[in-house]
């Protein structure tokens, strides 16, 4: 490839001896590196759906972070703290440790416990626990998982 590069020339020959090893090479990681076109459609697709996911976290963190700020600044000062178990439905042990990573990045919760697909999830708010069990960070996770 560099020397079409340099030549600036792309010939009939060229094109062969770098097809020719281009097979070569892709013969030799496919028997004895594993590869397969099916693992790189869904690295591609997980890809995509982990853009997504980081969306998604950046998107919660600022919205939980306003969240927090009202609670620190209302008048009554009054907080709820409130303890949420649920089951994530996740079976990847690394996709569970994401989401309770992620859980615990935004401000107002904090993962407590973390067994399997169990959580325990503090919330310094009852209002900040609404909706945890099904919430975007979940549905992607559970799109990543599917292969």
């Known amino acids: 490839m560099f020397s079409i590069v340099i030549s600036g020339k792309f010939t009939v020959e060229i094109g062969l001896v770098f097809g020719g090893v281009s097979i070569v090479v892709f013969l030799f990681c496919k028997k004895y590196l594993g590869y397969s076109i099916k693992k790189e459609k869904i690295i591609l697709r997980n890809t995509f759906i982990a853009i997504e996911y980081l969306w998604c976290v950046f998107k ?7 969240s927090v700020i009202k609670l620190i600044y209302a008048k009554k000062n009054l ?3 409130y303890l949420v178990s649920f089951s994530s439905g ?8 994401i ?3 992620s859980i ?6 904090i993962t407590v416990d973390q067994s399997g ?8 708010e009852k209002s900040l626990a609404d909706g945890i069990e099904n919430s975007d960070f ?4 559970r799109k990543m998982e599917v292969e």
């Open 104 to 109: 615990s990045l935004t401000p107002g919760t």
């Open 79 to 81: 907080t709820h703290p």
């Open 99 to 101: 989401l309770a990573n």
């Open 90 to 97: 996740i079976s990847s042990d690394f996709l569970n440790m």
């Open 117 to 124: 697909q169990k959580f325990i999830i503090h919330c310094i």
């Open 138 to 141: 979940i549905r992607i996770l």
């Open 60 to 66: 919660n963190l600022i919205l939980s972070n306003i």
